[in-house]
């Protein structure tokens, strides 16, 4: 048994008139996502659009406001609903006799199955269990379950909740009626309804003789684990009504995170006596004596049995692949702020990262934490040489199978900030690319300088916003390199 399930327009979604080129008023569904043109007025698909406008209402409701119209009208009223509802505008609601929510599902692929078909079916008597990708937080509305996997997402009450906490071990659908403590009026009915839509959304799975679902038995769904799947998913994958892309979503309600020069030039610690002026390198004698660009690329590979390098080596490396050559962009508009030009690209030119160095041994300068500043091509002391200062040179070059520290370690940090003030639902891949393309600007360089480098895999961003005095969810590190000669 089950009862159907009730179409609603999203709560997000706001009914607006705007002016169309000829002058001629159209009517629009907007959200922050997106807009969609309603039907026309007097045309038959309207009718049940209408009614959605006033209420949430079952497939049958909506289908017998639009039968006086015949086939045709039904077929164009299909049509629309299916491309809104692709488009995020619409949900499916599961409620109770007295009309309290249990559910609102909301279709997040093309894929998702038409619920405005009519009620699934009930759920198979085979035993069930949540997909390892699932994951259940808190939203606006209540809790959210969803997975990179799923082709639909739930907004869950605290009864369907209880529900899905039945289904973290296998059980069939009635042994979880029986063990699960329901609000009146959420009844087996209700459940069953439930059940069935989250299995076809593929939050459910079916569990196998050999105790298995079938993403553990996938030899490539398999190996993923489940935060790098929901990264690669969020990042990657276009959901209707999750925007992604550079909204700006922040602009005119918080200031534009200030670029690296500038912060550096305001930062604690920054006064003339922490400061260590690096001698810049005569760049025209430089690129006079570079090897070829060709050469460079074939001689890359990395090093990791490194000896101790010269601050003016230092000084080189760090002008070549860090400096702020100059600034492009102004503070003119809510979504415009300075962007430094330096030698590497980055996302949107923002240039997230900041660059520490944790110093072992390096002729001419005390080891110890340094930051830094691009725009005068200084090192900012901000810590002198400690345990902290050491485990993070050890565990860096442990990272790539040392057992003595690296003279430097070049450390990669974000100002997650920068990036999330205008990137939604990117901004930490972008940060990761960010990394890469700087990890290999920085092995280009120290080929071409005869410098041995490496790239590291793994690091502690905790250990490094405590010895740093950074807050790790503000600015913390994002990747460690290993320099030497």
Not at 45 to 63: F, G, N, Q, Y
Not at 184 to 207: M, S
Not at 291 to 299: G, K, L, N, S
Request: charged share 20%.
């Amino acid at each position: 048994m089950s009862v159907p399930l009730m179409i609603a327009l999203r709560p997000e979604v706001e009914r607006r008139t705007r002016i169309g080129a000829d002058g001629e008023e159209i009517e629009m569904l907007e959200a922050r996502w997106g807009a969609l043109a309603l039907p026309r007025a007097g045309t038959p698909e309207r009718a049940p659009v209408d009614l959605l406008i006033r209420r949430p209402a079952t497939p049958s409701e909506c289908e017998a406001s639009v039968a006086p119209t015949g086939t045709t009208g039904l077929a164009r009223w299909m049509f629309w609903a299916a491309r809104a509802s692709r488009r995020g505008f619409l949900s499916y609601r599961l409620l109770t006799p007295d009309g309290t929510l249990v559910a609102d599902v909301v279709p997040t692929s093309p894929e998702a199955p038409n619920l405005m078909l009519g009620p699934p079916a009930a759920p198979c008597p085979a035993r069930l269990q949540l997909s390892q990708f699932a994951v259940l937080h808190r939203g606006p509305r209540g809790m959210i379950l969803e997975s990179p996997c799923a082709n639909m997402r739930a907004e869950l009450t605290v009864a369907a909740v209880a529900v899905i906490a039945a289904f973290v071990v296998p059980i069939t659908p009635a042994d979880a009626a029986d063990t699960v403590l329901v609000t009146p009026g959420f009844g087996a009915a209700q459940l069953d309804t439930l059940v069935a839509v989250l299995l076809r959304a593929g939050l459910l799975a079916e569990v196998g003789d050999d105790d298995l679902l079938a993403e553990d038995r996938d030899p490539a769904l398999s190996q993923w684990e489940f935060h790098d799947l929901l990264l690669h998913d969020r990042s990657r994958m276009a959901h209707p009504d999750e925007p992604r892309g550079g909204t700006y979503r922040f602009a005119g309600a918080r200031p534009a995170p200030a670029a690296a020069g500038d912060r550096e030039r305001t930062a604690s610690g920054s006064g003339t006596d922490s400061r260590v002026i690096l001698p810049p390198p005569d760049l025209a004698a430089v690129m006079a004596a570079d090897p070829p660009f060709a050469q460079v690329m074939e001689d890359r590979s990395s090093r990791r049995n490194l000896s101790p390098l010269t601050i003016a080596q230092l000084s080189e490396f760090l002008y070549r692949t860090m400096r702020v050559r100059g600034w492009r962009g102004t503070v003119e508009q809510a979504d415009s702020y300075p962007r430094p030009s330096r030698p590497y690209p980055a996302a949107g030119g923002l240039y997230e990262l900041t660059t520490y160095l944790a110093v072992a041994d390096c002729e001419g300068l005390p080891a110890g934490l340094y930051r830094y500043d691009p725009f005068d091509h200084e090192l900012i002391l901000v810590t002198p040489s400690n345990p902290d200062v050491d485990r993070l040179l050890r565990e860096g070059g442990g990272a790539a199978t040392l057992t003595t520290p690296p003279p430097v370690l070049v450390i990669l940090a974000a100002d997650f900030r920068r990036l999330s003030w205008k990137y939604e639902g990117i901004a930490y891949a972008l940060t990761l690319k960010n990394v890469g393309v700087l990890f290999a600007t920085m092995q280009l360089a120290a080929t071409a300088m005869g410098l041995g480098s490496c790239p590291v895999g793994a690091g502690d961003s905790f250990l490094f916003a405590r010895t740093a005095g950074t807050r790790l969810y503000e600015e913390s590190s994002v990747g460690e390199f290993l320099l030497g000669t």
